[in-house]
Nanobody, 127 residues
Framework: QVQLEESGGGLVQAGGSLRLSCAAS????????MAWFRQAPGKEREFVAT????????SYADSVKGRFTISRDNAKNIVYLQMNSLKPEDTAVYYC????????????????????WGQGTQVTVSS
């Protein structure tokens, strides 16, 4: 299990950009698939994006496809979420998560498949 800490959230106008970072403790991040989820007030947590442990594959929720990009720097133990063309409906607390398994063969978008979670960072998009 790894400890994760998100940063980079804030207040931005619609159409703007933010880059979220997720820093992991230790140097084992390269073993885990990583993902970003988000939770808006009064709503359930939802999948945003995920990246394979090797960085060779990614998957996105339809609502962010073409606007958000997930990437990772395993040497620095950091995962990023670049968010462009932000919309008010993107307002939420964003969480990064590490997979329960090491070196999974496939991507998953289900939160039950992720064991380690950060505390979250607030993203607010004003109209």
């Amino acid at each position: 299990q790894v400890q994760l800490e998100e940063s980079g959230g804030g207040l931005v106008q619609a159409g703007g950009s933010l880059r979220l970072s997720c820093a992991a403790s230790g140097n084992m991040l390269y073993l885990y698939n990583m993902a970003w989820f988000r939770q808006a007030p009064g709503k359930e947590r939802e999948f945003v994006a995920t990246i394979l442990w090797s960085g060779g594959s990614t998957s996105y929720a339809d609502s962010v496809k073409g606007r958000f990009t997930i990437s990772r720097d395993n040497a620095k133990n950091i995962v990023y979420l670049q968010m462009n063309s932000l919309k008010p409906e993107d307002t939420a607390v964003y969480y990064c998560a590490a997979s329960a398994q090491t070196t999974p063969l496939d991507l998953t978008t289900q939160d039950v498949d992720f064991r380690s979670w950060g505390q979250g960072t607030q993203v607010t998009v004003s109209s």
